[in-house]
């Protein structure tokens, strides 16, 4: 059974820096790529950030520059959250593609204060 994990975040001021990590673990580890997305109240989840076997990234608009991922082994992923601002705020989810099968964390709550 795989379990995808994420550990991080809290409460930051504007301006300020955070990083999240993910592990997938299981007994499947074949990991087609990793990524960060984050859900706001009231809003649809969003992509923050992929990587891809291959170290491919792919940013949100909004948080390049300021935001890096990286994929520390093939079953764990960072995210290195910079200048952090208000609108930042969310709950940060971890998602782990593995085969055909998308498995999602439970989530970790990032919150900027202005």
């Known amino acids: 059974q795989v379990q995808v994990v994420e550990s991080g975040g809290g409460l930051v001021q504007a301006g300020g820096s955070l990083s999240l990590s993910c592990l997938a673990s299981g007994m499947r580890l074949d990991i087609n790529g990793m990524g960060w997305y984050r859900q706001a109240p009231g809003n649809q989840r969003e992509l923050v950030a992929t990587?891809?076997?291959?170290?491919?990234t792919n940013y949100a608009d909004s948080v390049k520059g300021r935001f890096t991922i990286s994929r520390d082994n093939f079953k764990t992923v960072s995210l290195q959250m910079n200048s952090l601002k208000p609108e930042d705020s969310s709950v940060y989810y971890c998602?782990?593609?593995?085969?055909?099968?998308?498995?999602w964390g439970q989530g970790t709550q990032v919150t900027v204060s202005s």
């Open positions: 990587i891809d076997n291959a170290g491919t």
């Open positions: 998602k782990a593609v593995i085969g055909i099968g998308e498995y």
